[in-house]
């Protein structure tokens, strides 16, 4: 299962700022959060990843919670082009079986931008 | 662009028949991964290779299986094909083993259609 909770869809105007929230209150003191995107049946693209502090790049801000347990991806000036589903991942610890971090993709927040 | 470059982008073939998907890594990434979409499973992790070796297992069947070869690139292999086989796949890529926080990278997959 996957270890964040996100709302299933959320709407923006094109312009105004998307902010994007995920709950992880299961996350461990050293893992990261990573955000990806998908739109329409392409490939997962990868937005920003972060462990607790803030951080920004050229696609979005992520905001993480002192506390860790959750956090906000934001899309400054939202496009019609930003509309996509939007995945949180909090990686699943190697097991002995596993031998790796695993990515694990719940259902994501369908964002939709409005013109 | 991701820089993961996968093929055929569309296939399209029968119950019984065996495919093989093609899988080429970003440019110095040494992992591969693949994941299966379907529209009732969401994006499923299958199985990782790191350096020619596997190293992670999930939800894979036994009727499918990979291989990464020298140049690193990665071949997926499906037999006795079902219906329920359609589904797009996707094939990621990163740096290292999987165990850094560096993020996997998605390449815009092949879509698989079961007649």
């Known amino acids: 299962d996957a270890k964040t909770t996100q709302p299933p869809s959320m709407d923006c105007a094109e312009g105004r700022a998307a902010n994007l929230p995920c709950n992880h209150s299961?996350?461990?003191?050293?893992?990261?959060v990573y955000w990806y995107r998908q739109i329409h049946s392409q490939g997962p693209q990868y937005i920003i990843h972060?462990?607790?502090n803030n951080e920004t790049n050229e696609m979005a801000s992520l905001i993480i919670t002192e506390d860790r347990k959750s956090s906000t991806l934001i899309l400054p000036h939202a496009t019609l082009r930003d509309t996509a589903v939007y995945y949180c991942i909090v990686r699943v610890y190697p097991t002995f079986t596993s031998g790796t971090y695993k990515y694990i993709f719940g259902t994501g927040t369908r964002l939709k931008v409005l013109a | 662009d991701s820089g993961v470059t996968q093929t055929p982008k569309h296939l399209i073939t029968a119950t019984g028949q065996r495919v093989t998907l093609r899988c080429s890594p970003r440019?110095?990434?040494?992992?591969v991964y693949w994941y299966q979409q379907s529209l009732d499973q969401g994006l499923q992790f299958l199985i990782q290779?790191?350096?020619?070796?596997?190293?992670a297992k999930g939800n894979i069947l036994e009727r499918f299986s990979a291989q990464q070869f020298p140049d690193l690139h990665s071949e997926l292999n499906l037999s006795s094909l079902e219906l329920g086989d359609s589904a797009l796949y996707f094939c990621?890529?990163?740096?290292?083993?999987?165990?850094?926080?560096?993020?996997?990278?998605f390449g815009d997959g092949t879509r698989l259609s079961i007649l």
């Open positions: 290779y790191y350096n020619g070796e596997e190293r």
């Open positions: 440019s110095g990434d040494l992992s």
């Open positions: 972060g462990l607790k």
């Open positions: 299961t996350i461990s003191g050293n893992e990261y």
């Open positions: 990621a890529s990163s740096v290292g083993a999987g165990t850094s926080n560096q993020p996997q990278h």
